[in-house]
T-cell receptor
């Protein structure tokens, strides 16, 4: 079945550095990728939607300059957390639509980011 | 904008018993999809069951079934013959049939299964 590969699965970085998270669709083309953030014991909140060949759409309250999203190809979308701070520590999950509109979304396994 | 509400932060069930998780949603749309996702400690999102709003028949997947009440905007999940492996966070989610494929999630219910 369709798989979204997300890397890294966990990362620890120092405050002020940048971290890049990659999501790849392995056996299908993902023209769209949804990026969610999940704080401990909370739900998944949509941060932004990336679209291949165009600018990402950010949800209200999400800083575009801090969370840089690039959809470089039909199989790769990246989220870069720039100048990370401890409050950016969270679980980030990507998901891509299936082949048809009726298909369920395919989720990556998530990235646990800890900023020290 | 659509909202999804799960009023039970935590639920507990005895192994082999049945438990029902509640979910309500608010939308002005007539066509949409509803989902239940399971998130175990690994934090992987696992699709449990889905329901198309235009279908009157409640979806079932083995031990999992839903009670979809469109007029009441209610979408509960029933887990029969609960197993220890069912222990996880469960999220109810909404997806519009008109615009975009993104999911709007409820706050989640933590299900504990007692042996």
């Amino acid at each position: 079945g369709a798989v979204v590969s997300q890397h890294p699965s966990w990362v620890i970085c120092k405050s002020g550095t940048s971290v890049k998270i990659e999501c790849r669709s392995l056996d299908f083309q993902a023209t769209t990728m949804f990026w969610y953030r999940q704080f401990p014991k909370q739900s998944l909140m949509l941060m932004a939607t990336s679209n291949e060949g165009s600018k990402a759409t950010y949800e209200q309250g999400v800083e575009k300059d801090k969370f840089l999203i690039n959809h470089a190809s039909l199989t790769l979308s990246t989220l870069t957390v720039t100048s990370a701070h401890p409050e950016d520590s969270s679980f980030y999950i990507c998901s891509a639509p299936g082949v048809s509109y009726n298909s369920p979304l395919h989720f990556g396994n998530g990235t646990r980011l800890t900023v020290t | 904008a659509q909202t999804v509400t799960q009023s039970q932060p935590e639920m507990s069930v005895q192994e082999a018993e049945t438990v029902t998780l509640s979910c309500t949603y608010d939308t002005s749309e007539s066509d949409y999809y509803l989902f239940w996702y399971k998130q175990p400690p690994s934090r992987q999102m696992i699709l449990v069951i889905r329901q198309e709003a235009y279908k009157q028949q409640n979806a079932t997947e083995n031990r999992f079934s839903v009670n979809f009440q469109k007029a009441a905007k209610s979408f509960s999940l029933k887990i029969s013959d609960s197993q220890l492996g069912d222990a996880a966070m469960y999220f109810c989610a909404y997806r519009s049939a008109y615009a975009g494929n993104m999911l709007t999630f409820g706050g989640g219910t933590r299900l504990m299964v007692k042996p």
